[in-house]
């Protein structure tokens, strides 16, 4: 019992160092204080209680084996958190595809000092070699482990109550996992999640017709009218959509040690003649997606999950995107464009799902070493090579819509030597500091494409439009950005920086110079549907048309917080914009947003959870999108290699 006694105090005092140090939980009382400091010690003593039904030496070799992988669990949160300012999660750990491009990421977020996290092992393991001959063959009473076992589901009861006086339903309105980690750590959110996600595998099940209707009349509440001004003044046009990788909206304008860092984006936001609109209060609401988030979130108005990647847990749904809607409105067809594996967040066949008629992959790239870094092919040789592809979209008889995703601008944010035409900043932080360089990389490839584009004839007659992905400076460099935009990052300025760009061009039409209308990812499906014409009221979307008088202003994070233009609503608190005084007393309206983005939010998940779509008709001629139909590849072992993934997609359909 001593030496369980130490390895549940080692293992508590460990885990709690790791959730000041490591994690940005938000705690902002006296109460959070003690649940941060008290939750560790209820899994403690479930989790290693569990050794104590085992007998003499096994009793402590059990006890090593669960605290190394409790340990290795904390140790992989942290490595994790590091870049995604988020929790490992059931769903996360079902993206296999992504592991090996991830792993590139490990030694850069890996810190010396976390070889201190084992340091209570060794301890351990000495002690267990130390007096292993003192070991007793005797079982304790199974009285002792029971009662250990009681006590920490006793903690865990006296936690919960705690933490739900400090946030009322804190299990019943889930959307934020930093939440859960602060009020019941780590180790039990893990068995949350685990839980949650056995219950939202069986929504699908369970699911009927009459699921859709309340989402139906949501979101036909919301519907914004088309503005007449700019109703398909983009029908018949290409599209070409570029996706900037990592990429915030501070860059725009930004100079570092006197130099423009963006120079030729810049030029698109104020150069009149460019006839772009660049919307400066455009925000990204992707959670642990990320860019397949934004991807999804961009073709059909929906967000994503607060856990995992609907692209990977959800990559055999029912979807209406805007690739399908375009190709049965207007017979466009559709590409995706990127030089990577296929098979990365599960493209391969969610694309399948969005109805996208071709995929061109890194197969399709010269991806030579010289040309390849960190995630993939370089943006440079990426927009040069895909020049041929867009020439033959166009030499087709209808026209296209082509969304091409820039790689280079990615963590940990590297270029070949000689690439770098601009210096560093000089914060200390290698990831703040090498940040503006790949912007300025991906700015110049940005200039070279556009000046191919109107080489080839493809420009003019095109509608362009860029936006960014998600963050690409996590919370985790806070102290670096204080010191890069000289202010104090607090959680309001936080959410402020969550803006990333959202410009267009459309032909024809004068552009506005910058908007300033709130909006967000979710806006651009119903806006671009309006611009070419067709009417966004048939269709499930949570977003609505940013041109549009009645456009809704007010931004929904996927973690329960929203933005308008007069007050924030950031971690349960309500801001006021102008000054960044917190709000002591909100007004009722307020609260009424709060519960509104909430409500979105959960008829959000009930859709994604319960495949809700398939039940959905948008109009009579309506065709639902047949994954069958669609095959991608270079070669025909390509074309085979696909045809099996089909066949497990149906299998896994059939199942379902």
């Known amino acids: 019992m001593g030496f369980f006694a130490l390895a549940l105090i080692l293992f508590w005092m460990k885990t709690y160092i790791i959730y000041i140090t490591e994690f940005n939980l938000g705690v902002s009382n006296l109460l959070q204080h003690f649940l941060l400091f008290i939750n560790p010690l209820s899994s403690g003593l479930i989790f290693l209680g569990f050794a104590l039904f085992f007998k003499g030496k096994r009793f402590g070799i059990w006890l090593l084996i669960i605290d190394t992988l409790l340990t290795l669990f904390m140790y992989a949160n942290v490595v994790f958190y590091r870049f995604y300012d988020d929790f490992i999660t059931i769903q996360t750990l079902m993206q296999t595809d992504n592991a090996g491009s991830i792993g590139k990421s490990f030694l850069g ?76 750590g780590a180790p039990n959110f893990a068995v949350f999640n685990t839980v949650q996600s056995v219950k939202a595998s069986a929504k699908r099940s369970m699911a009927s017709s009459e699921d859709i209707t309340e ?34 909206s501070f860059l725009i304008d930004f100079e570092l040690n006197g130099e423009e860092v963006t120079p030729f984006l810049n030029s698109l936001v104020h150069d009149q003649s460019q006839d772009f609109t660049y919307f ?196 985790n460099h806070n102290r670096a950005m204080s010191e890069i935009l000289d202010e104090e990052i607090t959680p309001l300025k ?35 549907l309006h611009l070419l014409g067709i009417d966004a009221k048939d269709y499930i979307q949570f977003g609505t048309d940013i041109f549009s008088d009645e456009h809704k202003d007010f931004v929904p994070f996927r973690n329960g917080s929203f933005m308008t233009k007069d007050y924030s609503y950031v971690q349960d608190v309500f801001y006021d914009n102008e000054s960044g005084e917190v709000i002591e007393e909100p007004t009722d309206d307020m609260k009424e947003l709060r519960d509104q983005v909430h409500y979105e939010l959960s008829l959000n ?12 008709e948008p109009s009579d001629d309506w065709e639902p999108v047949d994954p069958h139909d669609y095959q991608y590849g270079k070669s025909s072992d390509d074309d085979d290699e696909e045809n099996n993934d089909d066949d497990d997609a149906n299998n896994e359909d059939n199942l379902s």
């Open 109 to 184: 977020l890996a810190a010396w000092h976390d070889i201190l996290y084992a340091l209570d092992l060794i301890v351990l393991a000495i002690l267990f070699t130390k007096r292993k001959v003192h070991w007793s063959p005797a079982r304790l009473s199974f009285k002792k482990p029971f009662a250990v076992l009681a006590s920490g589901v006793i903690v865990f009861a006296v936690n919960l109550g705690l933490a739900e006086i400090d946030r009322p339903q804190l299990l019943e309105r889930v959307f934020d996992n930093n939440y859960i980690v602060k009020y019941l």
């Open 215 to 248: 989402v139906e009349n949501y979101t036909d509440m919301k519907y914004a009218e088309p503005n007449a001004e700019y109703f398909g003044k983009a029908e018949g046009k290409n599209i070409i959509k570029i996706h900037l990788e990592s990429f915030q």
């Open 280 to 475: 400066d209060n455009f925000f990204h609401q992707t959670e642990q997606g990320k860019t397949a988030d934004a991807e999804l979130l961009l073709d059909n108005s929906l967000y994503g999950l607060p856990q995992g990647a609907a692209f990977v847990t959800k990559g055999t749904n029912t979807y209406q995107a805007l690739p399908a809607i375009l190709d049965q409105e207007q017979d466009y067809t559709s590409a995706v464009l990127h030089g990577d594996d296929k098979s990365f967040w599960n493209r391969n066949q969610i694309y399948k799902r969005f109805g996208v008629d071709k995929f061109y992959d890194s197969s399709y790239y010269d991806m030579s070493d010289e040309k390849v870094i960190n995630y993939g092919l370089k943006d440079k040789p990426f927009f040069e090579q895909s020049m041929p592809m867009l020439e033959d979209l166009e030499d087709q008889d209808e026209p296209f819509y082509a969304h091409m995703m820039t790689l280079t601008h990615h963590y940990p944010f590297i270029l070949d030597e000689g690439e770098e035409s601009i210096e560093g900043a000089e914060t200390g932080d290698g990831t703040v500091d090498r940040y503006f360089q790949t912007a300025r990389y991906l700015d110049e490839s940005l200039k070279q494409f556009f000046g191919d584009l109107k080489e080839k004839g493809l420009y003019e007659d095109s509608v362009i439009m860029i936006y960014g992905d998600h963050y690409g400076i996590s919370e």
């Open 494 to 528: 936080n959410a402020n920086l969550q803006r990333v760009p959202y410009m267009i061009r459309v032909p024809g039409v004068e552009g506005q110079g910058i908007n300033h209308e709130f909006s967000s990812q979710a806006d651009v499906m119903p806006t671009m």
């Open 605 to 616: 998940d009930e859709v994604l959870n319960g495949d809700l779509l398939r039940f959905y």
